[in-house]
Each structure stands twice: as structure tokens, then as C-alpha cells.
């Protein structure tokens, strides 16, 4: 099955620096990756997604990149803020063409923003 | 706020004993999934409802049950509870079946204690 994994679990970065948090997947089929943002007491929300198609893609302060070849995508927070303290997680489903909705999640990273 | 309620928000409860969690989706979704995140095996995917109808099944263990109804709120039952059912359980909403460009809208969780 899927396996989905994050290379760190937890990552200090200061404020207004920017950070990068990486996953790593196993399914080469896999092509559709989502980032999930878990602030703390709350339940995981949306952040970014991308399809195989692509290698980067932006929002705002955010940015994904994708890397087929070695099966890894990281995320990019600009100018990083104390809301931006949270648990990162990737999310994969088995595959974007049959609509399968097992999104299997990665273990999360903690991001922590120091004023 | 996400527009998905749970209830309870705290549930405190004994081994071998049997919860009902609910979840109210977003006005107009037909998708309800049920994750439960626990510190050891982090967010795992459990089931999903469509428009009333078991969609995909995750790792889901039989002692648990749920169900969708006509008005489009589900219910988590979990019976013969044991210690290593604690966790949080959280509930996702979204408008389509696919899990692709289809973003999920997660509540804030109901936090089982098992004693």
C-alpha cells in the first residue's frame, strides 16, 4: 500500500524566515499530493495541493514543489509568521483517476515559528 | 471555522463501554470521513459516506460502525471500547466522492478518553 513519510518531525524556524518542510512517497502511480495544516486543537485544514503535471505550484506564501523522479514534495512557507506554528502534514491518494478517497497522511512535521 | 461540527467535543468513557460520535458536514456536502489520530499511528483515514452510502473503507476495526442519514449526519460507533481506542476522532466533509481537487473540510475533533 501507500506509505507516506515526513523527514522530520519537528522543525524550529524564526520568525520571518522561511521554511521548508519535505515528504517522501512510495507510489510511483501516486499523482495528486495535498499539504494539510494542523493548528493546535483543531482539526487539519487545507493548504495546498498539486498534480503530477506539475512541479511547482504557488499560493500565497506557500509554495509545493514536486519531484517525481525521487518521490519527494516539500513545502515552502515564505516569511514564516507565529500562525504559521502547527503540524504539516502531506496527504497522498492511491490514485487520482478513480477517484479512490483513502487519502493516506503522512506522520506530520511540527513547525514552530520563534518570535 | 470549518462549517463540519462534531459532537462531543470531550468523551470520557470506560473500557468495554460503546460511544456514538456525530458529525454535521458542511450545507450541501454529500462526503463524510471519519479519521482517527492517535500520537503513535497519527491520522489515519477510517471510512466514508456518500449521499448516504459507504464509499471506502479504510482501517477501520469491526468493534466500530457508522453510518450516514438522509439529512447528511453521520455517526461513529464504537463498542467494547479498550484503552488504546483514546484518541482523537475527527470528521471531514466535501462536495464530491473523489478525493482529488475535492478539498476536505475537517471538524474539530471529538477527544475519546478510554479509562
Known amino acids: 500500500g501507500e506509505s507516506v513519510g515526513l523527514h522530520l518531525p519537528t522543525l524550529s524556524v524564526q520568525e520571518g524566515d522561511n521554511s521548508i518542510i519535505n515528504c517522501a512517497y512510495s507510489n510511483s502511480a501516486s499523482d495528486y499530493f495535498i499539504w494539510y495544516k494542523q493548528e493546535s486543537g483543531k482539526g487539519p485544514q487545507f493548504i495546498i495541493d498539486i498534480r503530477s503535471n506539475m512541479d511547482k505550484r504557488q499560493g500565497q506564501r506557500v509554495t509545493v514543489l514536486l519531484n517525481k523522479t525521487v518521490k519527494h514534495l516539500s513545502l515552502q512557507i515564505a516569511a514564516t509568521q507565529p500562525g504559521d506554528s502547527a503540524v504539516y502534514f502531506c496527504a497522498v491518494p492511491p490514485t487520482a483517476n478513480f477517484g479512490n478517497e483513502k487519502l493516506t497522511f503522512g506522520t506530520g512535521t511540527r513547525l514552530t515559528i520563534i518570535p | 471555522d470549518s462549517g463540519v461540527t462534531q459532537t462531543p467535543k470531550h468523551l470520557i468513557t470506560a473500557t468495554g463501554q460503546r460511544v456514538t460520535l456525530r458529525c454535521s458536514p458542511r450545507?450541501?456536502?454529500?462526503?463524510v470521513y471519519w479519521y482517527q489520530q492517535s500520537l503513535d499511528q497519527g491520522l489515519q483515514f477510517l471510512i466514508q459516506y456518500y449521499n448516504g452510502e459507504e464509499r471506502a473503507k479504510g482501517n477501520i476495526l469491526e468493534r466500530f460502525s457508522a453510518q450516514q442519514f438522509p439529512d447528511l449526519h453521520s455517526e461513529l460507533n464504537l463498542s467494547s471500547l479498550e484503552l488504546g481506542d483514546s484518541a482523537l476522532y475527527f470528521c471531514?466533509?466535501?462536495?464530491?466522492?473523489?478525493?482529488?481537487?475535492?478539498?476536505?473540510?475537517f471538524g474539530p475533533g471529538t477527544r475519546l478518553t478510554v479509562l
Open positions: 471531514a466533509s466535501s462536495s464530491r466522492t473523489s478525493a482529488v481537487n475535492n478539498e476536505q473540510f
Open positions: 450545507s450541501g456536502d454529500l462526503s
